[in-house]
């Protein structure tokens, strides 16, 4: 099914809206599901609509959550999710930190008692529009063992940074430190596809091509041993400095069994003027030119502008089953 960027948007927020979610919330949440859609980040679009309903009408997830900020330090803000979904917080906190950034000159953003957050570059993409330098990170439900072991302690722990680029689309690196984000082993998992082998392990600890049974396992981190104590520490700064749950202490985000995630995001909004004028915005485009004058090189996020500008043009391709089941969600099947 073909639908415009309009189309999907309304479509999200009237599965949100009859499953207890408030107007405003759901706004922003479809706003966030469809942005990834229009990227090509299907993982992180439409296909989580289902869960995020099913959370909120059980009251794993508070629809009707509106997040409280707070400032403990002059340039650290906190924002309790409220068991509500990530999005709201995070845009209460991000748009409050980059009020304050070109006067701090650095602030650091805690998110805690949250939920999934999405695609983490769109995040850090926000606040690089806005002329600053954005780092994000947050934890997830155990998905990843530590190194040598087998039982999944950690989340997949995503990591984004964004910069302006003057004349451009800002630079966006946005990585899951598992080899792959788990979204996608979710949604060949949906559809009965195989993995490759080196993605997860099954429930046993064996390598496994199975979707399934990888869901069951644990995901493998990116870098072996390194790639493990990156996820280490983005468990401590995206949950001890939030006071939220531990990936193993959290529930899932796929189904609506058990208490709410209460899983933490940690973020840093960086003036790039309070460190010598234009030195950065010279510097960042002279890098950028010399990468770009090596033939094959490809500056990271530029693909998903060049697939959320066709998106707005030609709409997205949303797989029927996931339609019809989005459109009985609405009360319109």
Request: hydrophobic letters at 50%; aromatic letters at 6%; glycine letters at 12%.
């Amino acid at each position: 099914m073909k639908l415009s960027l309009a189309e999907a948007r309304d479509l999200a927020v009237a599965v949100l809206t009859r499953h207890d979610v408030s107007a405003e919330n759901a706004a922003i949440v479809a706003d966030a599901l469809v942005l990834a859609e229009a990227d090509g980040i299907a993982s992180h679009g439409l296909s989580r609509l289902a869960a995020y309903s099913d959370q909120a009408r059980a009251g794993k997830v508070n629809g009707h959550a509106v997040p409280a900020l707070s400032r403990p330090k002059p340039a650290a803000l906190f924002v309790d999710a409220g068991t509500g979904y990530a999005f709201p917080a995070l845009a209460r906190g991000l748009d409050e930190a980059v009020r304050l950034a070109p006067e701090m000159g650095v602030v650091a953003v805690a998110v805690g008692n949250s939920h999934h957050f999405g695609v983490a570059g769109h995040h850090v993409e926000r606040v690089a529009r806005a002329g600053l330098v954005g780092l994000g990170l947050g934890n997830a439900p155990a998905a990843i063992a530590p190194w040598g072991g087998s039982k999944p302690l950690f989340g997949t722990n995503p990591i984004a940074f964004a910069a302006p680029w003057e004349g451009h689309d800002p630079l966006v690196i946005d990585l899951s430190l598992s080899k792959v984000a788990r979204g996608k082993i979710m949604v060949a998992a949906q559809k009965g596809e195989p993995i490759p082998e080196g993605w997860a392990l099954d429930p046993e600890g064996r390598p496994t091509t199975d979707a399934k049974a990888a869901m069951a396992g644990a995901m493998l981190p990116m870098g072996d041993a390194k790639g493990a104590a990156l996820v280490m520490m983005v468990e401590l700064l995206a949950a001890a400095f939030t006071g939220a749950h531990f990936g193993f202490e959290a529930s899932s985000f796929f189904d609506d069994k058990g208490p709410a995630p209460r899983t933490g995001q940690f973020f840093l909004v960086i003036d790039p003027n309070g460190f010598g004028g234009r030195a950065f915005t010279d510097r960042m485009a002279a890098l950028m030119g010399a990468v770009s004058d090596q033939p094959g090189t490809r500056i990271p996020g530029r693909r998903r502008f060049e697939l959320r500008r066709r998106s707005e043009a030609d709409g997205i391709a949303v797989p029927d089953a996931l339609f019809a089941d989005l459109q009985k969600r609405a009360g319109r099947g």
